[in-house]
């Protein structure tokens, strides 16, 4: 085997080298490798050996020749998926298989990965095709796991960093190709708890992209991506809280998925969707029945990421109405299955979990949990959730007379909350930093919180929150021997919003 | 199947800056420039010696802007996507001119090459260049 070498990133040698291979190469007809039409018959030649289970003499050795050839097998399958999906189905089966055995050395762009993804991808797509959509969502739920830990992931955090999907170039790029496509929308889907505003104008942009049929699809999937991208859309502007536009969007998904060849699981994840329209509107007692069933839907389906959303949506809906046991029950089976969930997500779990212990009174496991959580979501760029940690922490401390740590902990979250757009927790803060003030006795500072908050909780039609406000300020007012009229005047216009 | 290519020779380097170190020039060759041509040949659906332009040029716009900082290999992976894709993109213009300005159609040529749709998105691109 030969040794690691002189060539390595990152960059400050390996533009020495390319300096040195331009001055040769411009001199040199390079050879490109094997012929296109030679490796699409030897890719035909591979498929009929896996067919009939006859030994197959791909040398990954010379893998200049196998990696061509697997190139025109992805090919041959992608062209062929919309008219014959069960035999691409079984070839990507095999071929995958095949290509996870081998030993592929120096691979140093991962090649390799990026063909078992775009096998991958195929699989998924004829699976969706002939209406098997719990293997469908095997090929997703692996393509998900490669591509984030693939060099792919960084090239699409390349591209978001330069200029995210907005501009025309790299819309013009996605309109070749709907693996990049599926990859855009999946980095999205993960982005959206780290830059929930510039994910949805990203997802708006490519949706109407699709709509304007710049970006050509073959049918089977142009109305998945339409689907997919609409309700993306809708999932990001809920967390920055414009829950009419959440509703429109969650509309035009189900719309499209409507005439998608496998609509069962796109849908399911738009019932979640409307489910956590609900929870935001403080609905929270209509949460746990619709989510019993759903997560029985995402079970059947073998949609186990989406299962674990469900499921942490369904304890924080139980919290919020007082049945805290119940809560942490619900939570138990994805605290055992800890070692299959995405670390990011489990941050939520744990997140949950410790804020349910701080209400039961635990509170060294509350902290250990918290701990974790901001761990794990640091590490998973959740922003969103790294922002409730400290507003839940807040809560330990509060209960233990630490007023001005809570205090601290709570204006942080505030911020955090107000940099990520997420209005509705913002104000929620508010309301909590107005209560800790009025327990160290300023009641000054609690009255500007909420004088804050309140045009917020109009705007977002957060009743219940609103009427806590407002008993807040009258408390602030009170302790200021202050008159009555501000309050009256607070509660004569959220009493003409609502 | 082919057998493997042979590697490059210390007579075809003669007088470049790897003349010293042939071994150096083949391993980037098998590193970087072949994976890099076939990703531009059956991703992007380019010939071969196109994809070997593009990969080409992409390396000239790494002299140029590669941050070292920044993942290079993903860096290289999106410039060659980028050019691969506007290599694309022009070819098509070049073969609407040519099919307007073709003697059996230019009677029958229409207003203008494309449509005004297609035409704001170009200029779009033209316009935005590419930022890496």
Redesign the interface.
């Known amino acids: 085997m030969r040794t690691e070498?002189?060539?390595s990133?990152?960059?400050?040698d390996?533009?020495d080298?390319?300096?040195?291979?331009?001055?040769?190469?411009?001199?040199?007809n390079?050879?490109?490798?094997?012929?296109?039409s030679e490796a699409l018959a030897?890719a035909n030649e591979l498929r009929r050996r896996v067919r009939a289970a006859e030994p197959v003499?791909l040398?990954f050795?010379?893998q200049?020749?196998a990696?061509?050839?697997l190139?025109?097998v992805?090919?041959l399958l992608s062209d062929e998926c919309l008219e014959l999906p069960r035999s691409v189905l079984e070839d990507a089966r095999s071929i995958q298989g095949l290509l996870e055995d081998c030993l592929w050395s120096?691979d140093?762009?991962?090649?390799r990965e990026?063909l078992l993804l775009s096998l991958a991808f195929v699989a998924w797509r004829a699976a969706r095709l002939l209406g098997f959509s719990c293997e469908a969502q095997h090929w997703e739920s692996e393509y998900k796991k490669m591509f984030r830990r693939s060099?792919?992931w960084?090239?699409a955090?390349?591209?978001w960093a330069?200029?995210g999907w907005l501009?025309?170039?790299a819309n013009?790029?996605l309109s070749?190709?709907p693996e990049a496509i599926f990859q855009v929308l999946l980095y999205l889907q993960d982005h959206g708890e780290a830059n929930p505003q510039a994910v949805s104008e990203s997802a708006t942009r490519i949706y109407r992209s699709l709509q304007?049929d710049?970006l050509r699809l073959p049918n089977d999937l142009h109305s998945f991506f339409l689907g997919e991208s609409a309700r993306l859309t809708g999932s990001v502007l809920r967390m920055v809280g414009n829950p009419a536009l959440v509703e429109e969007w969650a509309d035009l998904a189900e719309e499209h998925f409507g005439s998608d060849s496998n609509p069962r699981p796109s849908l399911a994840r738009v019932a979640f969707l409307r489910l956590t329209l609900l929870y935001e509107k403080s609905q929270w007692d209509l949460v746990p029945k619709a989510a019993r069933a759903l997560d029985s839907s995402f079970s059947d389906l073998g949609m186990e990421e989406d299962r674990v959303k469900c499921r942490i949506l369904w304890a924080a809906s139980l919290k919020l109405v007082g049945r805290f046991r119940e809560a942490l029950e619900v939570l138990e089976p994805l605290r055992r299955s800890k070692g299959g969930i995405r670390p990011g997500l489990y941050g939520w779990v744990l997140l949950q979990s410790g804020d349910l212990h701080q209400l039961c009174g635990e509170y060294s496991r509350a902290l250990e949990e918290f701990a974790e959580a901001d761990r794990l979501l640091r590490e998973g760029k959740q922003f969103t959730g790294l922002a409730d940690v400290n507003s839940m922490l807040s809560c330990v401390y509060r209960s233990h007379g630490m007023l001005s740590e809570a205090l601290q902990l709570l204006k942080s979250s505030c911020e955090e909350h107000a940099q990520l757009g997420m209005k509705s927790l913002e104000a929620s803060n508010r309301m909590l930093i107005a209560e800790t003030y009025l327990a160290m006795g300023r009641p000054r500072e609690a009255e500007s919180e909420i004088r804050a908050a309140l045009p917020v909780l109009e705007e977002q039609s957060m009743v219940a929150d609103a009427v806590a406000a407002v008993n807040i300020l009258r408390e602030a007012i009170r302790q200021q021997k202050a008159g009555p009229k501000a309050i009256s005047d607070i509660r004569e216009r959220l009493r003409s919003k609502n | 199947?082919?057998?493997?290519?042979e590697a490059f020779t210390a007579e075809?380097?003669a007088g470049?800056?790897?003349s010293s170190?042939p071994a150096?020039?083949d391993?980037?060759?098998?590193?970087?420039?072949?994976?890099?041509?076939?990703?531009a040949?059956?991703?992007?659906r380019l010939?071969?010696?196109d994809?070997?332009d593009v990969v080409?040029e992409a390396?000239?716009v790494?002299?140029m802007k590669?941050?070292?900082?920044?993942?290079?290999?993903?860096?290289?992976?999106?410039v060659v996507?980028?050019l691969s894709?506007?290599f694309?993109?022009k070819a098509v213009r070049r073969a609407k001119l040519v099919s307007k300005w073709s003697p059996a159609d230019a009677g029958m040529a229409s207003p203008g090459l494309l449509s005004e749709?297609e035409r704001a998105?170009e200029e779009?691109?033209d316009a935005?260049?590419?930022?890496?």
């Open positions: 070498s002189t060539i990133a990152p960059g400050g390996l533009l080298v390319i300096s040195d291979w331009i001055a040769v190469g411009r001199r040199k390079l050879p490109v490798g094997g012929d296109v030897a003499e040398d050795q010379y200049e020749v990696a061509d050839t190139h025109a992805c090919r120096e140093y762009l991962e090649e990026s060099l792919l960084s090239v955090e390349n591209v330069s200029a501009n025309p170039p013009h790029m070749r190709d304007m710049r | 199947m082919r057998g493997k290519r075809a380097l470049t800056p790897l170190d150096r020039f391993e980037f060759y098998r590193r970087y420039f072949l994976p890099l041509v076939r990703r040949t059956w991703k992007h010939e071969k010696e994809a070997r080409q390396f000239l790494a002299l590669l941050d070292p900082q920044r993942n290079p290999k993903a860096w290289l992976i999106q996507d980028h894709v506007n694309q993109r749709e998105y779009g691109i935005h260049g590419v930022d890496y």
